[in-house]
Each structure stands twice: as structure tokens, then as C-alpha cells.
């Protein structure tokens, strides 16, 4: 079984804005620099067939570029039940409809349909139930923004679980169409 995702990876610039704003929050553990992505469609543990089936549907995706910013920071859970910090983007018609494509193409190869709606964002933090000062955190990052970037690819990672974090490979990539 392969723990698979589709992705956006992040221009170093951009890994550099969040890496600054990391810290100063008890009982999380903050993503390191490898580990910054964002999650275009999470497809799960699933076979080298469906692997190969994704991947081939990916190869038909004629990505448009577009260009994608930085926008604010939240929580996934409540601040009694933390699970994530994340860094959000500005919303992007071009990312939801690329979203919206993948999605059909990886219904289409198989896999199950995607039930959560889709909330464009980088993890930036996994909380445990003892953490602290999140809401101070999130007061003090919200106003986190970045210039914009050009998405004119995507990825398709490889997750591997460890003790203290996962590990993200790139097996897979995606270009976009060259702008006329």
C-alpha cells in the first residue's frame, strides 16, 4: 500500500514566510521545511494499480497557471480540542476548479469521492491536547500574507509516517501549459 496525495509544493520564499512565523506555542509540533505543501486532494493508502491509475488520469490535467497568495491562519478542531494550525490562501477560482478536476479524475480511476469540503491551506502545526497559547498565536498570525506565487504544476507525494513526523516524496509531477 502507498500513502498517497496530490499537492501544490511551495516556492522557497513562501516556506520562508511560514518557517518565521513558527513558535511560540506549547504542545505542537511544527512542520519543518520539507514538510510545507499544499494538499490538492489526499487519496489515502491505496495500491501500485490505483497509484498507476491516478497517475495516468493526473497526465491528462491541462493546468492553466495561476497564481495563489498567502492569507491568514486558523484552526482545524476547537481550541479545547486542537488538531492543526494551518496557513490559509487567499481563495483562488483556479485552485477550486483545479480541485474540483482532480477530484472527478480520481472518482473516475476508482477511489472514493471526497466528502469534506475543500479547504485550501498549508499545515503548519499538529496540536496535541495540552497546547497553548493557540489563540494567541492565531491573533498574532492572522494578519500573515505573502506576494503572490505561480502554480504551474502540481505533485504527487508519497507520505511516510514516522515516530514524530511524516516524510513527503515527490514521485510524480505535473506540469501546466505554457502561458500563451
Given at each position: 500500500m502507498l500513502r498517497l496525495f496530490i499537492g501544490l509544493p511551495l516556492p522557497v520564499r513562501?516556506?520562508?514566510r511560514i518557517l518565521a512565523r513558527m513558535g511560540g506555542v506549547p504542545g505542537v509540533r511544527w512542520q519543518a521545511d520539507d514538510q510545507l505543501h499544499l494538499t490538492v486532494r489526499f487519496l489515502g493508502n491505496i495500491e501500485a494499480h490505483q497509484a498507476s491509475d491516478v497517475d495516468l488520469a493526473m497526465r491528462t490535467v491541462a493546468l492553466q497557471p495561476f497564481d495563489i497568495a498567502l492569507s491568514g491562519t486558523g484552526l482545524?478542531?476547537?481550541?479545547?480540542?486542537?488538531?492543526?494550525?494551518?496557513?490559509?490562501?487567499?481563495?483562488?477560482?483556479?485552485?477550486?476548479?483545479?480541485?474540483?478536476?482532480?477530484?472527478?479524475?480520481?472518482?473516475?480511476?476508482?477511489?472514493?469521492?471526497?466528502?469534506?469540503?475543500?479547504?485550501?491551506?498549508?499545515?503548519?502545526?499538529?496540536?496535541n491536547r495540552k497546547a497553548a497559547r493557540i489563540d494567541?498565536?492565531?491573533?498574532?498570525?492572522?494578519?500573515?500574507?505573502?506576494?503572490?506565487?505561480?502554480?504551474?504544476?502540481?505533485?504527487?507525494?508519497?507520505?511516510?509516517?514516522?515516530?514524530?513526523?511524516?516524510?513527503?516524496?515527490?514521485?510524480?509531477?505535473y506540469p501546466g501549459s505554457p502561458i500563451a
Amino acid at each position: 500500500m502507498l500513502r498517497l496525495f496530490i499537492g501544490l509544493p511551495l516556492p522557497v520564499r513562501i516556506r520562508q514566510r511560514i518557517l518565521a512565523r513558527m513558535g511560540g506555542v506549547p504542545g505542537v509540533r511544527w512542520q519543518a521545511d520539507d514538510q510545507l505543501h499544499l494538499t490538492v486532494r489526499f487519496l489515502g493508502n491505496i495500491e501500485a494499480h490505483q497509484a498507476s491509475d491516478v497517475d495516468l488520469a493526473m497526465r491528462t490535467v491541462a493546468l492553466q497557471p495561476f497564481d495563489i497568495a498567502l492569507s491568514g491562519t486558523g484552526l482545524f478542531g476547537t481550541l479545547a480540542k486542537p488538531r492543526t494550525i494551518w496557513a490559509g490562501v487567499k481563495p483562488a477560482r483556479s485552485l477550486l476548479a483545479l480541485e474540483n478536476k482532480i477530484d472527478a479524475l480520481v472518482t473516475r480511476a476508482g477511489l472514493p469521492p471526497e466528502t469534506r469540503k475543500y479547504t485550501p491551506h498549508i499545515t503548519i502545526a499538529r496540536c496535541n491536547r495540552k497546547a497553548a497559547r493557540i489563540d494567541q498565536y492565531l491573533d498574532e498570525t492572522g494578519d500573515l500574507t505573502s506576494d503572490p506565487w505561480t502554480v504551474d504544476h502540481f505533485v504527487m507525494f508519497r507520505s511516510y509516517l514516522g515516530h514524530k513526523a511524516a516524510h513527503y516524496e515527490i514521485i510524480a509531477q505535473y506540469p501546466g501549459s505554457p502561458i500563451a
